[in-house]
């Protein structure tokens, strides 16, 4: 299972050092070094920062964690999946 952090603002290293303790095994990545996009089912964005396309190229995300206020830019997003709305 692999987790991506699509963030320019959060502290990678401290999102990965949390994330493999939490989650045993996790394959964590960060963007823009997302490796096979197929293979992420989490991924955390921030607030203003959602690459073009990234949902039609993640179609096994199943959760997705917004880092922000809000999400009236975020929900809209038409190819958003609708397993994540």
Not at 6 to 33: C, H, N, Q, Y
Not at 41 to 55: E, Q, V
Request: hydrophobic content about 45%.
């Amino acid at each position: 299972m692999a987790l991506a952090l699509i963030s320019k603002l959060e502290d990678a290293e401290l999102w990965r050092r949390e994330m493999t303790a939490a989650i045993p095994g996790v394959d964590f990545r960060v963007w823009p070094e997302l490796g096979d996009e197929r293979q992420i089912r989490m991924a955390a964005f921030d607030f203003n920062l959602i690459p073009s396309g990234i949902f039609q190229r993640t179609p096994n995300l199943g959760c997705v964690v917004y880092l922000g206020h809000g999400a009236s830019d975020f929900l809209p997003a038409a190819d958003l999946p609708k397993a994540c709305r």
